[in-house]
């Protein structure tokens, strides 16, 4: 059964730094790509960034660019995501997405963690 | 780039059809078969529906179809259930080699 936990999530000041991780299990991971979606309480969903099987490409929403960096380690079944310089509209509920085939692009998510909540507020 | 465009609301009864749609533009939606449809219950992650236009994932019921035509794509959901009602999203790949997503939809079954 393929399971995706979050964690690292909290409150944090404006301007502060947060780094989520995401294990993986259930299937190979390092067969795909990965994903991190996030949703604003009581708003849509909006792609974050994604990274490849092999760490090779890696794509970022115009939003967080610069600000957010999206790594893997495939020997940890593990994604990460450093935020830094958060902003409030930053918070939102974080979620770690599998992709359907390796490159992720263009990204199409077939399993999704619960999520992890990030409130950015001083 | 904005997101793409979905009715806020739409209803139906048990055993009717309905139609979402998700109109983006050229660079998007209409460029590339690259759209995705995800159905989320409150307080749950959201699943994958449709992949591609019109593709269903194993496991999805085939009263779910997809379709696109121009700007526009569309999600159909025949023979309505109670189990329907829910939020759904639709999403697109993009000219930026970005993804994004619709405003979403809440679906209604009366």
């Known amino acids: 059964e393929v399971q995706l936990v979050e964690s690292g999530g909290g409150l944090v000041q404006p301007g502060r730094s947060l780094r989520l991780s995401c294990a993986a299990s259930?299937?190979?991971?390092?067969?795909?790509?990965m994903h991190w979606v996030r949703q604003a309480p009581g708003k849509g969903l909006e792609w974050v960034s994604g990274?490849?099987?092999?760490?090779?490409?890696?794509g970022y929403a115009d939003s967080v660019k610069g600000r957010f960096t999206i790594s893997r380690d495939n020997a940890k079944n593990s994604l990460y995501l450093q935020m830094n310089s958060l902003r409030a509209e930053d918070t939102a509920l974080y979620y770690c997405?599998?992709?359907?085939?390796?490159?992720?692009?263009?990204?199409?998510?077939?399993?999704w963690g619960q999520g992890t909540l990030v409130t950015v507020s001083s | 780039q904005s997101a793409l465009t979905q009715p806020a609301s739409v209803s139906g009864s048990p055993g009717q059809s309905i139609t979402i749609s998700c109109t983006g533009t050229?660079?998007?939606?209409?460029?590339?078969?690259?759209v995705s449809w995800y159905q989320q219950h409150p307080g749950k992650a959201p699943k994958l529906m449709i992949y591609?236009?019109?593709n269903r994932p194993s496991g999805v019921s085939n009263r779910f179809s997809g379709s696109k035509s121009g700007n526009t794509a569309s999600l159909t959901i025949s023979g309505l259930q109670a189990e329907d009602e829910a939020d759904y999203y639709c999403?697109?790949?993009?000219?930026?080699?970005?993804?994004?997503f619709g405003g979403g939809t809440k679906l209604t079954v009366l």
């Open positions: 997405a599998k992709d359907i085939l390796s490159y992720g692009d263009p990204p199409i998510f077939d399993y």
């Open positions: 259930g299937f190979t991971f390092d067969d795909y790509a």
């Open positions: 990274i490849s099987w092999n760490s090779g490409s890696i």
């Open positions: 050229s660079s998007d939606v209409g460029g590339y078969n690259y």
């Open positions: 591609e236009v019109s």
């Open positions: 999403s697109s790949y993009t000219s930026s080699s970005t993804l994004i």
